[in-house]
């Protein structure tokens, strides 16, 4: 896990980086949905070839979920300024923005996103095949969540 969690704290950071260079901390809003498709990728790249077919096809709907979410807080933010919320952390924090923006904003998101993504991380580690009933209950699960998103 911890190349997991080393991933995360650099995909964030650089976020942070360009967040700070642009005045947009809104861009860790479009971050977040990217950064499940690239520890879930990064996951199953790591652990095949045990049961690659259940690990790819978890990547596969991560990916659709995530691609979907990053798309649609891009559109929704190209091209505005930085979201209120932002803008008030920048005015209350002053001189500490930088500091406080990182931690409370950029590794707060990293470490929100480890623990939601944990459950995609450890079934990777595991060298148990997943049973074909609770596959397709999960098949099904998403097919409703995404449709309801």
């Known amino acids: ?9 650099l995909y964030f950071s650089i976020f942070f980086i360009i967040g700070t260079i642009k005045k947009n901390n809104g861009l860790v809003d479009i971050a977040w949905g990217m950064g499940f498709v690239i520890v879930s990728w990064f996951s199953v790249l790591r652990n095949l070839p045990l049961f690659p077919f259940a690990k790819v ?7 659709f979920w995530g691609v979907r979410l990053a798309h649609h807080l891009f559109l929704r933010n190209a091209g505005k300024p930085e979201d209120f919320r932002y803008v008030n952390f920048r005015n209350n924090w002053k001189k500490l923005f930088l500091l406080r923006a990182f931690f ?14 944990l459950p995609v991380i450890l079934p990777h580690k595991a060298n148990v095949m997943p049973s074909l009933p609770l596959f397709f209950i999960g098949l099904g699960l998403f097919g409703i969540g995404f449709l309801f998103e």
């Not at 896990?1 to 704290?9: A, T």
């Not at 096809?57 to 990916?63: C, F, G, K």
């Not at 470490?111 to 993504?117: A, E, N, S, T």
């Open 57 to 63: 096809t978890m990547a596969i709907l991560i990916s």
């Open 104 to 117: 409370q904003i950029y590794m707060l998101q990293a470490l929100f996103q480890f623990m939601i993504v």
């Open 1 to 9: 896990m911890l190349p997991e969690i080393i991933l995360i704290i």
